[in-house]
């Protein structure tokens, strides 16, 4: 068993159902496949309650995993993305103009997920965002586990709309 969490601790001594808490690590987020099979072996077809990500820190892998394990947690469930802040801080501080693709901080998901509540009600029921996690809240709308993509429930871009006789677009990701 890993010894790296305070849960794992806690789960050691006794005070939490190993039975009911399951923990992983060692394996790549990003590798779906791997988490749809970690998954079917410990919980089937059951929806969860909750999912803690404290891994990569970066958007692409961050967002496999949460399109991997988000619709599979029950109306109400809890999805917690740790750390995600780290990006902006005097230390850590990375590029958000995409000119490091692999190395998008996860404040990009997050503002696909926060506009997916507005352009595809009933799929995320809210979020809230701490100085070092954001926690979001599975809404009751049927989610396919094999299809979803939050990217494509968002329209960061904004919406065409007709100005002066001109088509525009208002764009969240644009200066």
């Known amino acids: 068993m890993l010894h790296w969490t305070k849960i794992d601790r806690q789960i050691t001594a006794g005070a939490l159902d190993a039975g009911v808490i399951q923990l992983h690590g060692g394996i790549d987020q990003a590798d779906r496949s791997e988490l749809a099979r970690i998954y079917a072996e410990g919980f089937g077809d059951t929806e969860i309650d909750l999912v ?45 103009d995409g000119s490091e693709p692999e190395r998008m901080p996860v404040t990009r998901l997050l503002l696909e997920a926060l506009t997916s509540i507005a352009a595809t009600p009933g799929v995320i029921e809210s979020i809230a965002v701490e100085s070092d996690k954001a926690l979001i809240v599975r809404g009751e709308a049927p989610i396919d586990p094999t299809t979803f993509d939050v990217t494509a429930l968002s329209e960061p871009e904004g919406r065409t709309y007709m100005r002066s006789g001109k088509a525009q677009r208002r764009g969240l990701f644009r200066r």
């Open 52 to 96: 803690i990500d404290d891994c990569s820190h970066f958007y692409a892998p961050t967002l496999a995993s949460f399109n991997e394990l988000f619709p599979r947690l029950r109306t109400g469930g809890l999805y917690v993305i740790e750390d995600w802040r780290w990006a902006h801080h005097d230390l850590d501080a990375l590029p958000t």
